[in-house]
Nanobody
């Protein structure tokens, strides 16, 4: 059974940092990519970042470039999202999801992703 479990969310002041984790199980980790998405109240789910486990290629949304870093520990089947310089507009529920290797602009939409975690809340206070 494919499972994705997020952790690491919480409440932080603007300018602070958090590290989210996505622990994957039930599939061959190296064959897939893991993407991070977020959804704020009343807004659509949006892509934040993606990493292909096979070659480590990474992609970021413009809104988080230079502040967020995605990484993968293939030995632990875990993907991390290090979030620095957090802003109130980063407040959302963050989800990780599985897809074929991410490339180009296709990673940003939800369609390639077939399994999703339950989400973890990130709240950034001003």
């Amino acid at each position: 059974e494919v499972q994705l479990v997020e952790s690491g969310g919480g409440l932080v002041q603007a300018g602070g940092s958090l590290r989210l984790s996505c622990a994957a199980s039930g599939f061959t980790f190296d064959d897939y990519a893991i993407g991070w998405f977020r959804q704020a109240p009343g807004k659509e789910r949006e892509g934040v970042s993606c990493i292909s486990s096979s070659d480590g290629s990474t992609y970021y949304a413009d809104s988080v470039k230079g502040r967020f870093t995605i990484s993968s520990d293939n030995a632990k089947n875990t993907v991390y999202l290090q979030m620095n310089s957090l802003k109130p507009e980063d407040t959302a529920v963050y989800y990780c999801a599985r897809s074929p290797p991410c490339y180009g602009s296709s990673w940003y939409g939800v369609d390639p992703y077939d399994y999703w975690g339950q989400g973890t809340q990130v709240t950034v206070s001003s």
